[in-house]
């Protein structure tokens, strides 16, 4: 099983980006999906969460900014990003619970830069 992130990139305060990441590999169901964040210096946070079932959990810091969404059809899980703060400045990783062994996979990491 295979995550592969993309779409970040260097944007003004103010932007908006959007992060998607698809799921490849031996996957008969996708679980939870989610999006975290490390940004330098710091450990790797929570962003946003979506189940299986289209309920959303969003950290304190970008609740009413960013927007997750997944398609279980096409395996992806993203990430809007609106009102982008320099704080939002971060390496973005995507992850997802797959099939019934519980076992959750990773992405590689996508870098945003928000400039002032």
Do not use: H
Request: contains cysteine; hydrophobic residues 35%.
């Amino acid at each position: 099983v295979q995550l592969q992130a993309s779409g970040g990139g260097l944007v003004q305060a103010g932007g908006s980006l959007r992060l998607s990441c698809g799921a490849s590999g031996s996957i008969f169901r996708l679980y939870d999906m989610g999006w975290y964040r490390q940004a330098p210096g710091k450990q790797r946070e929570l962003v946003a969460t979506i189940t299986s079932g289209f309920r959303r959990t969003y950290a304190d810091p970008v609740k009413g900014r960013f927007t997750i969404s997944r398609d279980n059809a096409k395996k992806t899980v993203s990430l809007q990003m609106d009102s982008l703060k320099p704080e939002d400045t971060a390496v973005y990783y995507c992850n997802a619970v797959v099939n019934a062994n519980g076992v959750t996979y990773w992405g590689q990491g996508t870098q945003v830069t928000v400039s002032s």
